[in-house]
C-alpha cells in the first residue's frame, strides 16, 4: 500500500526515536553489567586481603608469643643473677667480718709482743709481719666495701664537710709513710667546703694517695684543691712512672695493678676501683692525666657547699692531738666474745700496767666486777656478742648495776653505719678492727682522764 511522504515522515522519527531508547537501554544494561563485574571484583579482593590479613596477624601472634617467652627466659636469668651477686656479696661481707676478727687478734699479739722484745732484729721480723697484716687489713677492708657496694648496703650521707680537717687526717695518716720511702708529701691547706659523703670521700683519697705513694719512687706526691665556679676540683699530684694512655681506663678495673717501687709492696689493684665506685655513688667525676715518664695527676670534681653549713668536726682529729697519759693501775673490764682477740687485748693493755677481767658477756662482766676489786675506769666491749647480745646493752646493764657512768668505748668488725649510729646513739666511742693500738691507747687515756 502506497503511503504519502508525512507517512513516511512520520516512520522516520518513529524508528530514530526507538534507536533513542535502544541506545539508552543498551548504555543502562552495559553499565549495571560493568558494576555487577566491579563489585564481584572487589568481593574477591576483599576475601584475599582478608586472608592475608588473618596469615599477617598471625604470624604476628606468634612472634608476641616469641618475644613474651623470651623476656619469661631474661626475666628469669636475670632474677637468678641478682640472686647470685646477693649470695656472693653477702658471703664475702660475712667472710670479710669473720676474717678480720682473727686479723685483730694478730694485730693486737704483734703490739704486745713489740713491747716485750729488745733486740734490733727481732724488731725488724716484727714490722715485716705488721706490714703484711696491714696489707691483709687492706684488702679485706677494699673487698668489704666492694661487696657492700653491689649488695646496695653502703649508701651515702651527703652533707656539707670542711676539707682541711680532713687534709690534716691525710697528712698525719701518709707523712710517716711517704718518709720511710724517701718521698716528699705535700698536702696544701685549704678553707673551701664540699658536698659530699665524709667516709667516702675520706676513703677516696687514701686510696688515691696511697696509690701514689705506692707507685713513685722519687720526688713526691701533692695533693691541694682550688674553685671553679660553683665547683671544687681536690688535685693529687705524683711524679712517678706515668700510665700509658692505652692503660688509663683499665687501671679503675679491679685487680688492675702497676709495678710498685722496691720498698712498698705492689696493692691488690682495687684501690682505684673503689675510687671510681665510690665517685660514681656521689655522683662526682675523676679525671685522670698522665705522660709515661714524668707522673700522673687525679682530679676529683665535687660540688662547693657553704662553710657556714659544716657540722662539727670529725672527732677523729681531736684524737689525734691528745698526748695520752699513763695507764698503770686501771682497772679496765673487756667484754668480748672472741678468745684470740679477748687474750690479745688483754695482753695489750696488761702491757701498759692496766688490770684487766676478761668476759665473753654482759652477765659475766656483771659476775666479774669484784675481781677489780671496785667499779672499772673503764669499759671495752665488742659490739656484737654471742647469742645476739649487744656490747652497747652490755655496757648499760653494768652502769645501772653500778649506779654510775663509767666510761665506756665499742670495738667491732661491724663497718656499716647502723652499727655506728647504733653506738652514738648510747653516746659512746667506736673503734673498728683491726684495732690499731696507739688509737685505742689514745682513747682509752682520753676516756680515763
Not at 650521707?157 to 716528699?184: H, K, N, T, W, Y
Not at 684543691?225 to 694512655?245: E, F, K, M, S, Y
Not at 661491724?414 to 655506728?420: C, L
Request: proline share 3%; charged share 25%; with cysteine.
Amino acid at each position: 500500500m502506497w503511503q504519502g511522504p508525512e507517512t513516511v515522515d512520520q516512520l522516520r522519527r518513529e524508528a530514530a526515536k526507538l534507536k533513542k531508547i535502544n541506545a539508552a537501554l543498551m548504555s543502562r544494561v552495559e553499565r549495571s553489567m560493568d558494576q555487577q563485574l566491579n563489585a564481584f571484583s572487589l568481593f574477591e579482593t576483599a576475601i584475599a586481603l582478608d586472608h592475608q590479613v588473618r596469615d599477617r596477624t598471625q604470624q604476628l601472634r606468634e612472634a608476641l608469643h616469641s618475644v613474651e617467652r623470651a623476656n619469661e627466659g631474661l626475666h628469669r636469668a636475670k632474677q637468678q643473677a641478682e640472686a647470685a651477686s646477693s649470695l656472693k656479696s653477702s658471703v664475702l661481707i660475712s667472710v670479710t667480718h669473720d676474717l678480720l676478727q682473727p686479723l685483730n687478734a694478730a694485730r693486737l699479739t704483734l703490739s704486745a709482743l713489740t713491747e716485750m722484745m729488745e733486740s734490733q732484729e727481732a724488731g725488724l721480723l716484727i714490722d715485716q709481719v705488721d706490714r703484711s697484716l696491714v696489707t691483709l687489713e687492706d684488702l679485706l677492708r677494699s673487698l668489704l666495701e666492694i661487696a657492700k657496694l653491689d649488695a646496695g648496703a653502703l649508701r651515702p650521707d651527703v652533707r656539707p664537710i670542711a676539707v682541711a680537717p680532713l687534709f690534716q687526717q691525710l697528712r698525719a695518716e701518709f707523712e710517716p709513710i711517704a718518709m720511710r720511702q724517701g718521698l716528699s708529701l705535700r698536702i696544701r691547706p685549704s678553707s673551701l667546703a664540699v658536698s659530699t659523703d665524709a667516709m667516702m670521700l675520706r676513703r677516696i683519697l687514701q686510696n688515691l694517695l696511697a696509690n701514689a705513694i705506692r707507685y713513685t719512687r722519687s720526688g713526691g706526691v701533692i695533693m691541694g684543691c682550688r674553685q671553679r665556679g660553683n665547683r671544687v676540683l681536690i688535685q693529687v699530684t705524683d711524679t712517678g712512672p706515668g700510665i700509658a694512655p692505652a692503660q688509663q681506663e683499665a687501671i679503675f678495673r679491679e685487680f688492675q695493678r702497676g709495678e710498685a717501687n722496691a720498698i712498698d709492696q705492689a696493692g691488690f689493684g682495687l684501690g682505684l676501683s673503689i675510687v671510681r665506685r665510690f665517685a660514681t655513688v656521689l655522683g662526682h667525676e675523676v679525671r685522670l692525666s698522665s705522660q709515661v715518664g714524668r707522673g700522673s695527676t687525679f682530679v676529683l670534681e665535687l660540688e662547693q657547699a657553704d662553710r657556714t653549713e659544716v657540722c662539727d668536726e670529725v672527732h677523729e682529729v681531736k684524737l689525734a692531738n691528745l698526748h695520752y697519759g699513763g695507764l698503770e693501775g686501771a682497772k679496765i673490764l673487756l667484754i668480748e666474745n672472741d678468745p684470740s682477740g679477748s687474750a690479745a687485748m688483754a695482753a695489750l693493755l696488761e702491757g701498759w700496767g692496766c688490770d684487766v677481767a676478761t668476759t665473753r658477756s654482759g652477765t659475766e662482766a656483771a659476775e666479774r666486777l669484784s675481781e677489780l676489786g671496785g667499779a672499772p675506769d673503764a669499759i671495752i666491749a665488742d659490739l656484737h656478742l654471742d647469742h645476739g647480745e649487744s656490747g652497747l646493752s652490755a655496757v648499760e646493764e653494768i652502769r645501772r648495776q653500778l649506779k654510775l657512768d663509767v666510761p665506756a668505748m665499742i670495738i667491732t668488725a661491724d663497718y656499716s653505719e647502723k652499727a655506728a649510729k647504733e653506738a652514738s646513739l648510747y653516746g659512746l666511742e667506736v673503734l673498728k678492727k683491726p684495732i690499731k693500738p696507739a688509737e685505742m691507747r689514745a682513747l682509752l687515756s682520753f676516756l680515763l682522764t
